[in-house]
């Protein structure tokens, strides 16, 4: 077989056949991949809530925000990483393709790196901050620094996730995390149940489960014989890709952080019920995770197909990317929606046993049920933007739609009501608002692209 049939049995043909059946088929191995990543830091709090105690489960919970933070800050740079790739790849740029791949590499290490730093040095500054329960506070920083070690792992594995998927080749990465999503767990049950190392042990094992995921993607890189092969003699930081990487994956992992920064007033207030509250919702926020990572495959797909179709000049294809990819989105998140709403209590159970603690968990399910679906409204047209090149204003409303926004419904619908469903909906309404805003501005921003 030649290296062309080769690279066509591999992965999925972005600028030609049917966008219907190429994302869809693009976006399911991908899936699982998104969906793996998240279940590390849900497997960890599925074993300190079954075999440790809820005040284990508390305190992994109470870091879901920060992981989430700082891991939304590299998924981002991957982001940045899979467009710009697509860009060349579409533009059948062979230098390009290797220039950006290995500027990106030492980037997103770079990246790792800083993170890693920071949560080593400010862990406990950043989770008082929170509001976290002094009972919880030792377990939890110990979580985060732990966690924090696995950091750099997890940049290089989303560098080279950026890389396949922009080649259209997505079941690789899905079959490098499934190897090491078999591994945290055994090791998650192993330092818990046998170590009885509770929040510290579930911390090691995924620090552990990254490390492999990253080294197995690497060694896949270092061996692939077209221009996504990674050449350590060529690793350097190249002005031109560094520039346009960085003016993607800055903004976008700054998007996945201000999300976080705005959720944080929300765990504030979260805390500011009891633990049972506090661990309730830990467990209801694993839901959050599961499905909007099911969704973000399709957004990925966007951006992804987008940026190819541009390199190659078709801007058709564009556009119908955009609106099947957010048709597949909205119905993901119906459906998964609906079913969190029917089999909430046996979500729940996964995570914890306590019935207070279920009943506490139902409470956030109640209304982010309805919810999830219109998300991808914000998300879609914000990964579109992206395919077009543009990062910096999406960014923008997503400062204003979201964060400000949150921050002023904290003050004022919730210091009116003080009430936790009060807090749940703001979810919705800044969706709301600010899909409305990226809708409008991908349309005004399509119209005056030249492709």
Known sequence: MCENEKKKTSSIEMTSGSLWKNILLFSLPLMGSQVLEVFFNLSDVAVVGRFADYMALGAVGSTTLLVTLFTG?????????????????????????????????????????????????????????????PELMDQAVLYMKIYALGMPAMAVYNFGNGVLSARGDTKRPLIYLSIAGVINILLNLFFVIVCHMAAAGVATASAIALYISAVLVMIHLLRRKDECRVS???????????????????????????????????????????????????????????????????????????????????????????????????????????????????????????????DAGMERIRIMGFSYAFSCFMDCSIAASRGIGKSIPPTIIIILGSCVFRVIWFYTVFAHFQTISSLYLLYIFSWGITGFAEVLFFAVSFRKIRV
Request: hydrophobic share 50%; net charge positive.
């Open 232 to 358: 350590l003699r060529k690793l350097r930081l190249h002005p031109k890709a560094c520039k346009a990487v960085l003016l993607l994956g800055i903004p976008t992992g700054l998007q996945n952080g201000i999300f976080a920064i705005a959720n944080l007033f929300v765990q504030a207030g979260v805390n500011s019920f009891d633990a049972v509250t506090v661990s309730g919702n830990a467990a209801a926020a694993n839901a959050d995770s599961l499905i909007y990572n099911i969704m973000f495959a399709f957004y990925t797909a966007c951006a992804s197909f987008i940026g190819q179709n541009w390199g190659a000049g078709n801007k058709k294809r564009m556009l119908k990317t955009y609106g099947i990819s957010l048709t597949y989105a909205f119905i993901a998140g119906a459906i998964l929606g609906g079913l969190l709403l029917v089999f909430g209590p046996q979500f729940l159970s996964l995570f914890a046993t306590e019935p207070a603690v279920i």
């Open 73 to 133: 800050i590299l998924i981002g740079m991957g982001a940045g990483v899979n467009v710009r790739v697509a860009h060349e790849l579409g533009a059948e740029n062979r230098k390009g393709t290797e220039e950006t791949i290995h500027t990106s590499l030492l980037l997103c290490a770079i990246a790792g790196l800083l993170v890693c730093v920071v949560c080593l040095l400010f862990s406990g500054q950043m989770l008082s901050m929170m509001n976290t329960k």
